[in-house]
């Protein structure tokens, strides 16, 4: 699987010609009574086609650039013979490399260039509403919708969500347009047939269809990952395409791939319709998107985790920080508490909570249920919004560190420790409301290495007690492996002071 990766579908490859001459031949149907016919899928396929092929539409968009003497031109992905470009300013800085240094710029190197590039997306309402990708009219000067039978009009951005990566356009009509409705993504099955459409490669409009391959797909995009995967075809140009079912439905947006070269493998990922309406709906009335935020920084609760909390099975979202000016906060949600339901849904893992948030509507008083030293609590929350500007983070540890005297638990948990002093905090610029005791070398071979605990890391709490000194760790830890535990549930700060839980094992 080396050389793989997550692609946004949008740029043509170099290989166009023989990528256009192999989509060409693998779209040629079958003759008639050829007994293959049957395995290329329902005949459902060509009635759906010619339903919906009018409301697809083709996203195409201009930028000016820059240009600088004779360097490459900063194309967008996606633009036209960018191939030709790099290869014919590679030739011209060989050429000049002969010849010496050259002079001033002529203004035909100075002046700017137009380049565009090509996506997809499709009309939901006649009146002109049409849904693509922001990955395909990000930083674009003009977007174009171009219609199946040829006719261009100008598109205003309603709206664009970057999280999801979905936007929204309006163009105006003369006419009603051909439009199409979501359907329900939360009931496709693995198996089931879907049909793509949009325009890969820049060959104006294509169908491919598959089946849905998963379904809940997390690609480490962003905190709301849900994706539809499918081995209908879907390559560079067909992102902000519609992805439907059988039933002439769109139940996904057509958005990454996941390719060695840019080209499908059978890897292709859709946001769920059931996760792109409601953002849809925002952008729509207000501009802009209106998440739920609860304010609080969540971790995911792996097995050796669990068994320190005493939580059978593994589930929820572990707590490990809460932001002092958030709706957790005055709710009394405390990090070390657990999430498993939320709003009356399961928290069955830590990426649930994210999407559950979010989808919850801003203002609303919500009841959340927590597991607290194992007992189950109940809290309500105000929910707030989460705004552009709010980030909740990933845990990202420090690295670095250097081992000094060994403290009495170094055997133990592999860690070299210190009672914090005005001297240690200067030393690893530990903030002032940062209290524990402080971690001043990591044995390289420890399983405190593997979780990348540094020098300067502060312990706060061993298994949910809270610890002043070096004196306290080794006391909470001895007393830990005199009850037979496995593990010791370490809460840990750096130094700015953001939290996370650590399992480190007693044995």
Not at 48 to 64: G, P, Y
Not at 238 to 264: C, K, M, Q, R, W
Not at 287 to 313: C, F, M, S, Y
């Amino acid at each position: 699987m080396a050389g793989l990766s997550f692609e946004r579908i949008l740029r043509v490859p170099r290989p166009l010609v023989a990528a256009a001459l192999a989509t060409a031949l693998l779209a040629v149907p079958p003759a008639v009574g050829d007994g293959r016919a049957a395995s290329r899928g329902p005949d459902a396929i060509a009635d759906i086609t010619e339903k919906v092929m009018d409301a697809v539409v083709n996203i195409s968009t201009s930028q000016t650039v820059e240009a600088h003497g004779n360097a490459v031109p900063n194309l967008p992905p996606g633009a036209p013979f960018e191939e030709f470009f790099e290869e014919f300013f590679k030739n011209r800085r060989g050429q000049q490399g002969q010849q010496g240094q050259q002079g001033e710029q002529s203004p035909r190197e100075r002046a700017p260039r137009r380049v565009s590039s090509l996506g997809s997306g499709f009309v939901i309402d006649p009146s002109g509403i049409v849904v693509t990708n922001n990955h395909v009219i990000s930083d674009a000067d003009e977007v174009t919708v171009i219609f199946n039978d040829g006719s261009r009009l100008k598109a205003e951005v309603i709206g664009r969500d970057q999280k999801i990566d979905l936007a929204l356009l309006r163009v105006k009509s003369d006419k009603p347009l051909k439009a199409v409705t979501f359907g329900d993504s939360d009931k496709l099955r693995i198996g089931e047939w879907v049909v793509a459409i949009g325009n890969p490669y820049s060959l104006g409009g294509t169908v491919t269809a598959g089946i849905v391959s998963a379904r809940n797909r997390d690609i480490n995009s962003g905190p709301y990952d849900n994706y539809i995967q499918t081995d209908a075809a879907i390559n560079r140009g067909n992102s902000g395409g519609p992805l439907f079912n059988l039933d002439g439905e769109v139940v996904g947006i057509n958005t990454a791939i996941y390719s060695p070269s840019g080209g499908s493998i059978g890897i292709g990922f859709a946001v769920p319709s059931k996760t792109a309406v409601p953002i849809i709906d925002q952008l729509r009335q207000f501009g802009e998107t209106r998440r739920g935020w609860l304010g609080v920084r969540i971790q995911q609760i792996t097995d050796d985790i669990a068994e320190n909390l005493n939580i059978k099975p593994a589930r929820g979202a572990l707590v490990a920080g809460v932001d002092e000016k958030g709706p957790a906060k005055p709710a009394g949600i405390e990090p070390g508490d657990v999430i498993v339901r939320f709003d009356g849904k399961d928290v069955k893992e830590m990426r649930d909570l994210p999407r559950i948030v979010a989808d919850t509507p801003v203002g609303k008083d919500v009841e959340v249920v927590i597991l607290r030293k194992g007992k189950e609590e109940n809290k309500t929350v105000k929910l707030g919004r989460l705004e552009d500007g709010e980030k909740q983070a990933a845990v990202s540890p420090r690295r670095g560190g250097a081992p000094e005297d060994k403290s009495a638990v170094q055997q133990t948990l592999g860690l070299n420790l210190a009672n914090l002093s005005d001297d240690l905090r200067k030393r690893y610029k530990i903030k002032d409301t940062v209290k524990g005791v402080v971690i001043t070398g990591v044995d390289s071979k420890s399983a405190a290495a593997e979780k990348r605990l540094n020098a300067g890391d502060v312990i706060v709490e061993v298994s949910q007690e809270p610890v002043a000194s070096a004196s306290d760790v080794q006391k909470r830890v001895d007393q830990l492996k005199k009850e037979n535990r496995k593990s010791a549930l370490l809460l840990v700060s750096s130094a700015d002071g953001d939290l996370r839980f650590v399992a480190l094992s007693l044995q």
